[in-house]
């Protein structure tokens, strides 16, 4: 995400009255981080900058532009996958759900219902999109849903992959940088856990899935997972 400094320093204060105004949704360790970054304007010595809680709030106020913008990255890979239609979930979309935000003003049909799980608080951007404040897991029922999408959806990927895939739903991950090993799932050689990942899911599901280099984060070598429901 490349940033614009002049609408930088011409929103700065916007976007600290804003954190001000919503502190209820970060819990202590985010705020520090986001009053660290925007305060100091250290923000503008990061050259990539893959913190959602940053991102989600300097694309909502127009300091990067669309063609570096994650979110309007990953909703333009929605888009051109025709997932945006039906019962529709977005798991882990941050305190505020700027790919959510993005999907209903860009979207031109009224085809979809929106739900979204996530375990912090989240900014409420429009009263037809359903929140649930919660962990997804692999109890999780997701019987009523067509598409599940994560944009970095951290912990909760290995559940959302193989419900996803096993349950027969249009799936996109974006996977993020984290080490999610787990006894089934370790990191074995790869530069990143979720490269490891994919190529297990790969293995196993073989052409029922599609795994795709990341089109959203320059320069960071991290897959992008799909699954078209038959």
């Known amino acids: 995400m490349v940033i614009n400094k002049e609408k930088y320093l011409e929103e700065k204060d916007n976007i600290i009255r804003f954190i001000l105004e919503n502190e209820d949704l970060y819990n202590i360790g985010e705020l520090m981080l986001l009053f660290h970054n925007f305060l100091s304007d250290e923000i503008l010595n ?29 909703y333009k890979l929605l888009e051109s996958l025709g997932f945006i239609k039906g019962n529709i979930l977005e798991v882990g979309s941050g305190p505020y759900p700027r790919l959510a935000e993005i999907i209903k003003d860009n979207h031109q049909k009224n085809d979809y219902n929106l739900t979204i799980y996530e375990k912090s608080n989240v900014f409420m951007i429009d009263k037809k999109i359903t929140i649930v404040k919660d962990n997804f897991t692999s109890t999780t029922n997701i019987d009523t849903f067509d598409t599940i999408f994560g944009l970095y959806p951290c912990e909760a990927s290995i559940d959302i992959t193989l419900k996803g895939i096993e349950e027969n739903k249009n ?13 089934e799932y370790p990191l074995w050689f790869g530069d990143y856990w979720a490269i490891d990942f994919c190529s297990t899911m790969k293995e196993r599901y073989k052409d029922k899935i599609e795994i795709i280099d990341n089109q959203i984060t320059p320069k960071v070598k991290l897959p992008i997972l799909i699954h078209r429901k038959k």
């Not at 893959?50 to 570096?68: P, Q």
């Open 46 to 74: 990061k050259k990539y900058i893959t913190i959602t809680e940053i991102a989600a709030l300097l694309s909502k106020f127009g300091i990067i532009n669309e063609e570096n913008d994650i979110y309007f990255k990953f």
């Open 171 to 183: 799936l996109l991950i974006a996977f993020c940088n984290c080490d999610h090993s787990t006894e």
